[in-house]
């Protein structure tokens, strides 16, 4: 028997397809995004060892700075489809797309279908929900499984049992092996929604949660102890750890140093690990085209060795050291740490590099939340499954916005889509709620226009910002003012006459007749108000299909209409620079491969000798052969002694190194024997070296060890 598709399908089934649309949609525009994991998922396909360790270059030289999971499923794609742009991408294209249906069902189990689809429909236009989704950065396969985390916790405290318990703490646990503490964000909605249950007693509940800790815990370290076990002879080097270990790595660099709430007491001064960003994209068209060129990695301005012998960036995005790429000098998104912005509750809402990734909906969920919460009269336990949906998406979202908004750490823009779920899901239910309310009359009918109208001015407030990007934002303005706030007002209007319409029937109508008349009224301005809600960041998230959303820093929302007013205005010379600056590098980039690979000695096992991830990333894209990268992402590790630098090129395993790259920070010793003990390398009859980066030979001391 055939099933009978239903409005509720057909809409889920749009709201699907949208999703779809927006992050798969001119997919290969993404280039490689972020090459530093790009090179690496490269490396990872080449072997079992690398993909176990996630390798960043092919020999197994030196690690990433994140943990497997993400990654594994990149190569995994890479090994089916072949090595792509489009084929790395692609896992978190789609993990976007079930994030989306997930939510659907995790709110409609709770709170009914339309709640569901109005938070399916927020959660799939929220422009960094889209960008991340773009992007081989791994934060969306995260968000993914940790939805998949909250439907198992949804049904452990609705009835008590230990195993839908512990299959949650299972996948908070994978999911620490995506972006490992980043993960755990989520701990106070999961252990309060069941610790705060009554479908069993209170000490089986702590039992119970004891044992999932254990779970957790294990589930969570288990790649970190394997590998830490493993003789570091016998592995890569362990990337941004300051002793060779994935323990260190979770502690530090993916630990306390993403954390700094100074903010809280009074330092709202951001602070950052490396270069890169500034205080926001408020300044001067000069000011974001000099942050723009800090934080670019292959983009814009760089060092470059002689004759044009460079080390590479990667192909549509780059890094820097201390955390990723900007978009480049000439109209790039502002800024790289979310950190660098003025902490403090008004930072989502300010003119900064966050807030119009995620402030759309914001100011619907905490209205929604407030609407819900009185529906559900909270002066029990969370007795019923509406208080249990409600406190887990509320203990999700709240801190999240905490973190966000104090944080003064190192922490970029882009993970601010660990929150649009719980934001979406609480802009649901409280549309659901709110509308609920407005039908039943009262004072709580007047939540419903109150919520649309500061939505709609916060709307506004962030599209004055971009009011100078031209007349696609003007007319912006103008529809939310006249859907969103109008219509808002108009049902408060209607509020004020309802008393009076319900004691008076001068037309002589049923009240049928008249409550379905009403009704549509009512349904028309709602419907309207939603739609001036929804465009600009559908606008904003379908820039990402034309311009890209990023390289290492993956965004989406009014900025991107920002570049594009540039790039017309200017009849494409800025960004034309930019792309000049890509094909030239690319082009050395490519004369210096071939110069390598044709120059390259039997006993050589490197191609070649950099500093930081940033000088060869884009080689070991293009070629999968060996490049030892001394420094790691971040120029700063020191996994050599000079001693063993030294026994490496005598037995001519090392010949060529790139000395005085750019982002290399540590081995300043080895560096500096190179260039005491190298030959200066030039091509054809350039000699002239156009910045501080030098290729050296080192062939003539291989060959003098080789004669004593």
């Known amino acids: 028997m055939k099933k009978k598709m239903t409005k509720e399908t057909l809409a889920m089934f749009l709201i699907s397809l949208l999703s779809a649309v927006l992050n798969f949609t001119n997919l290969s525009k993404e280039g490689y995004a972020n090459s530093y994991y790009a090179a690496a998922v490269k490396s990872m396909t080449l072997n079992l060892k690398n993909f176990f360790f996630v390798s960043f270059d092919p020999s197994g030289f030196v690690t990433i700075d994140k943990p497997p999971l993400g990654y594994w499923f990149q190569a995994v794609s890479a090994k089916i489809f072949g090595f792509s742009g489009w084929s790395i991408l692609l896992p978190q294209a789609l993990a976007g797309v079930l994030s989306v249906i997930v939510l659907y069902h995790l709110v409609k189990r709770s709170f009914g279908s339309a709640a569901g689809l109005v938070s399916a429909l927020f959660l799939a236009v929220t422009p960094v929900f889209v960008a991340v989704s773009r992007n081989n950065t791994v934060d969306n396969m995260l968000v993914f499984f940790l939805l998949?985390?909250?439907?198992?916790?949804?049904?452990?405290?609705?009835?008590?049992?230990?195993?839908?318990?512990?299959?949650?703490?299972?996948?908070?646990?994978?999911?620490?092996?995506?972006?490992?503490?980043?993960?755990?964000?989520?701990?106070?909605?999961?252990?309060?929604?069941?610790?705060?249950?009554?479908?069993?007693?209170?000490?089986?509940?702590?039992?119970?949660?004891?044992?999932?800790?254990?779970?957790?815990?294990?589930?969570?370290?288990?790649?970190?102890?394997?590998?830490?076990?493993?003789?570091?002879?016998?592995?890569?080097?362990?990337?941004?750890?300051?002793?060779?270990?994935?323990?260190?790595?979770?502690?530090?660099?993916?630990?306390?140093?993403?954390?700094?709430?100074?903010?809280?007491?009074?330092?709202?001064?951001?602070?950052?690990?490396?270069?890169?960003?500034?205080?926001?994209?408020?300044?001067?068209?000069?000011?974001?085209?000099?942050?723009?060129?800090?934080?670019?990695?292959?983009?814009?301005?760089?060092?470059?060795?002689?004759?044009?012998?460079q080390g590479g960036g990667g192909q549509g995005g780059g890094m820097m050291p201390g955390g990723g790429a900007g978009r480049g000098a000439g109209g790039g998104l502002a800024g790289s740490f979310g950190g660098q912005t003025a902490a403090g509750l008004s930072r989502l809402f300010s003119k900064n590099i966050l807030s119009d990734q995620i402030v759309w909906f914001i100011p619907l969920a905490l209205f929604g939340f407030i609407a819900a919460a009185l529906n559900e009269k909270f002066r029990t336990g969370l007795n019923t499954r509406r208080k249990q949906a409600l406190a887990l998406w509320l203990m999700w979202f709240l801190p999240e916005f905490v973190y966000f908004s104090y944080n003064t750490g190192t922490w970029h823009s882009y993970y601010l889509t660990m929150m649009a779920a719980p934001a979406a899901a609480l802009a649901g239910i409280g549309m659901a709620s709110m509308w609920e309310q407005y039908q039943e009359g009262g004072w709580k009918s007047w939540l419903l226009p109150s919520a649309l109208?500061?939505?709609?001015?916060?709307?506004?407030?962030?599209?004055?910002?971009?009011?100078?990007?031209?007349?696609?934002?003007?007319?912006?303005?103008?529809?939310?003012?006249?859907?969103?706030?109008?219509s808002s007002a108009l049902l408060g209007l209607i509020n004020l006459r309802k008393k009076q319409e319900h004691d008076d029937d001068v037309r002589g109508e049923s009240d049928a007749d008249r409550g379905n008349k009403k009704n549509k009224l009512w349904k028309a301005l709602a419907g309207l108000a939603l739609t001036g809600i929804l465009i600009t960041p559908l606008v904003g998230s379908a820039a990402a299909i034309f311009s890209g959303s990023g390289g290492s820093f993956p965004a989406a929302g009014l900025e991107l209409l920002s570049q594009a007013k540039s790039f017309y205005r200017t009849n494409t010379s800025v960004n034309n620079n930019g792309n000049n600056a890509r094909i030239n590098e690319n082009n050395a980039n490519s004369v210096l491969i071939e110069f390598l690979q044709e120059n390259k000695t039997a006993n050589q096992k490197y191609l070649l000798v950099v500093s930081s991830a940033n000088d060869c990333a884009d080689i070991i894209i293009q070629t999968g052969e060996p490049v030892m990268c001394l420094g790691g992402f971040l120029g700063n590790n020191s996994p050599l002694t000079l001693e063993e630098f030294k026994a490496l090129a005598a037995e001519g395993e090392i010949r060529y190194v790139m000395a005085g790259n750019r982002g290399g920070r540590s081995n300043s010793e080895i560096m500096s024997w190179v260039s005491e003990n190298g030959k200066p390398v030039s091509a054809g009859n350039d000699t002239g070296s156009r910045s501080s980066a030098q290729l050296y030979d080192l062939k003539d001391y291989t060959d003098s060890m080789g004669s004593n």
């Open 148 to 309: 998949l985390a909250c439907w198992a916790v949804s049904v452990a405290a609705e009835k008590g049992r230990l195993k839908y318990l512990i299959a949650a703490m299972v996948l908070v646990g994978l999911g620490f092996n995506i972006k490992m503490l980043q993960a755990y964000l989520i701990l106070p909605a999961l252990y309060g929604t069941y610790l705060f249950s009554t479908s069993i007693s209170l000490p089986k509940r702590i039992l119970h949660l004891t044992a999932g800790t254990a779970v957790l815990l294990v589930v969570s370290l288990s790649w970190a102890l394997i590998v830490d076990a493993v003789p570091a002879n016998q592995r890569p080097y362990i990337d941004s750890s300051t002793n060779n270990t994935v323990m260190e790595l979770i502690t530090g660099h993916n630990g306390l140093e993403r954390i700094n709430i100074a903010g809280i007491i009074g330092d709202s001064k951001g602070s950052g690990r490396g270069p890169g960003g500034g205080p926001g994209f408020g300044g001067t068209n000069d000011d974001r085209q000099m942050r723009g060129r800090e934080t670019s990695g292959n983009e814009g301005e760089s060092t470059q060795p002689p004759a044009g012998m």
């Open 453 to 486: 109208f500061v939505s709609g001015a916060v709307h506004i407030l962030m599209l004055s910002y971009f009011i100078d990007s031209g007349y696609l934002v003007k007319i912006l303005m103008g529809i939310v003012a006249l859907a969103c706030c109008g």
